[in-house]
């Protein structure tokens, strides 16, 4: 049930972003009267799931989940129409309009895939609101969960007072930030220190085993769950907090490891909080110093401050409020992801054995549903898209644009077999991203 779940919230986000990309190009062209052939979910190739012709135009769903596109008459695309392109040039073709047109025409899928974002951030800061944990009011630091944060220099207990020189006011934006640093400053025994991050950080972070975690916040040992052989499924039931350990306190779940260590067969008292009450009774280790108690290592915003763990500042905003702050939100987005991108591109960070395709982008999104998780990738996929076709590659929104902007400050027209050569080119190059991408998911995959 829970990859249905994954997959059907996969497909609509994709399917929302492919259409609303393609709409942004198929909207000017049928305002500057240009002939729009196709509009597909989807690729068809050899054959289509659906497909319906109104007007001038066949609308459809491919059977090829990679994308979707419009055909434009005239317009040297994917589909290397070389027979039409042969003809003389029509009115209603893309080849025959001005090159400002042509530039908007090019231009609509990422405006839209960027006004989509803004969007979504807009509508989550209303519907949503800010809900957040100061970071000043984590008073014992975080709970470090990544080993190659920790080898990078970052211990548990330590509070993270800025990422690369920005300070962190907030517990959400460390983990955001640190994915992505050079440098922390750290407080640790009162004394600040900043500590320098390997420039493949991002890379020690993929093959350390632990991907979906670098610190976490600290807190109580609240039990989640038990192994088949454990001992203790009798005394101990979900939910139960473990607040002291053979006498002393126990202050967090990180600090379990170390005290259960060197307790084989032993039977140790304990003290657990159960809703309202306090009780006393026992964990039991086997003979190789093991409870078979799991614990929670993160826990919803509504049980936090439920157990009175950390204090969860919310703040409820009206519509015209939530304009400034889902604007702010998205150009937040594209710097992030501009910087993603240049570490990428850069080979000492590495960065680029983690890039991923379809199968990455999948496991994004939850188990469970949760609309505002939905919304919230969404608007991040939708930003990439919008970066992505950005690029100055031929057969990206990106590479047309290039040409067309060297055709309006030049006042040359590249030749059409020059455009035809591009495209291949462009496809190729593509292409081979694609199998790069996808071919990384399919390594990981294997290697796990």
Known sequence: MDIVIKLSQFLLSL??????????????AKLFKTRVEKFYLFFDVKYSLLKKKIGETEYGIGWLPLGGYVKISGMIDESMDKEQMALPPQPWEFRSKPAWQRLII???????????????????????????????DLKDGVWVTNPAIEKAGVQTGDKIIAVNGKKMDRYDDIAKNLYMANEVTIERNNEEKTIKFPINIINKISNSGVKHSLVEMRIPFIVSGFEKDS?????LKTADIITHFDGAPLNYADEAAARFKNHEGKIVPITIKRGDKII???????????????????????????????????????????IPIGINTGINGLIDYGTQLKKIFNPKTEAYKEVGGFAAIFNVFPDSWSWE????????????????NLLPIPALDGGHVMFLLYEIISGKKPSDKFLENAQMVGFVLLIALLLFANGNDIYKAIMK
């Open 15 to 28: 399917s929302l972003l492919i259409i609303l990309h393609e709409l942004g190009h198929f909207i000017p």
């Open 280 to 322: 006393q009774t026992t964990l039991k280790f086997n003979n190789k110093s093991k409870s078979g108690v799991a614990y929670a290592m993160r826990i919803p915003y509504s049980n936090i401050e439920k157990l009175n763990i950390y204090k969860v500042n919310r703040q409820k905003f009206g519509f015209f409020e939530s």
């Open 373 to 388: 998780a939905f919304w919230s990738i969404t608007a991040l996929l939708s930003i990439m898209l919008g970066v992505m």
């Open 106 to 136: 090019m231009l609509g899928g990422v405006t839209v895939n960027f006004i989509l974002a803004f969007i979504i951030y807009i509508g989550m800061a209303f519907v949503y609101g800010d809900n957040y944990i100061a970071n000043a």
């Open 231 to 235: 001992p203790n499924n009798k005394d």
